[in-house]
């Protein structure tokens, strides 16, 4: 195809229809393998001989991020591998024989293609291999059960300031700041701007904001937006999140 459509048009047709999608579905492919190799594995040259194992794996339903780029007819050099993308899970061919395994029962991934679940497993198998992740970073299933009781004082408690923004996420900013008695920082006519201090992390910054555009039931609905940690007051919070300055931020009208 290279050869047919030249240098600059395949880059084109890459770009438009497999680079996106290859770079999404490569981020769980990594995440399986060192799953798997931390499952597996404990010691440097069994972890080592795990890895080899998997790079040697074709990547089967994975395969079709790149493969949807290309002619996958049966005739074509790479029908056979997307007639097994179409069936199973990763493969490994020998000579004498292939090794096949199903594909996962469970796949939950965030807007960004990241592996994402609060309330279980992100990717999970039949024989009970699973990942747990929240916006892509791996945490434990006991961290997940724990989000379920949270309280602002065991927030407070957690040392480790990636676990701490996932808990702060999971529980609500809006919940965190009216149950642990934050006082707002500034406030004026585009909303109120309120932070929250972490040790060891950057601060928080959230302004709330009353819709302009009423509900059916009559009432105006609030909203938080994180914005940056230097932010000083409400209009350059809410300024921010439209790409703008304070000082041009100057709506005519709201809808």
């Known amino acids: 195809m290279h050869a047919e459509l030249g240098p600059k048009a395949f880059n084109e047709h890459w770009q438009s229809i497999g680079a996106d999608l290859w770079e999404l579905t490569r981020t769980v492919v990594d995440r399986i393998r060192e799953g798997v190799i931390e499952a597996a594995a404990s010691k440097p040259k069994e972890r080592t001989r795990v890895r080899l194992l998997l790079l ?7 395969d ?7 002619d996958t007819d049966a005739s074509s050099p790479l029908g056979g591998l997307a007639a097994v993308a179409r069936e199973t899970g990763w493969w490994w061919p020998y000579e004498n024989i292939a090794l096949i395994s199903e594909r ?5 991934r965030d807007e ?9 497993p992100a990717l999970a198998y039949t024989d009970g291999f699973e990942l747990h992740a929240w916006r892509g970073m791996s945490v434990s299933a006991e961290f997940l059960d724990s989000l379920r009781s949270l309280t602002p004082e065991q927030i407070r408690a957690e040392e480790n300031a990636e676990l701490r923004r996932i808990m702060l996420e ?3 900013y809006d919940r965190y700041l009216d149950e642990s008695g934050a006082c707002p920082i500034h406030r004026d006519e585009t ?3 309120w932070r929250i201090e972490l040790d060891g992390d950057e601060d928080v910054a959230m302004v709330e904001v009353v819709n302009s555009t009423p509900e059916p039931d009559g009432t105006n609905r609030t909203y938080w937006l994180r914005v940056p940690p230097t932010t000083s007051t409400a209009r350059e919070g809410v300024a921010w999140t439209f790409g703008l300055e ?7 009208q709201q809808t």
């Open 246 to 252: 304070a000082d041009v931020y100057e709506p005519v």
């Open 112 to 120: 960004a293609g990241r592996l994402d679940r609060g309330d279980g």
């Open 104 to 108: 996962p029962t469970e796949l939950h």
């Open 191 to 193: 909303g109120v701007l």
């Open 56 to 62: 040697d794996a074709v990547l089967g339903q994975h």
């Open 170 to 172: 999971y529980y609500g």
């Open 64 to 70: 079709a991020a790149w493969l949807c780029a290309f």
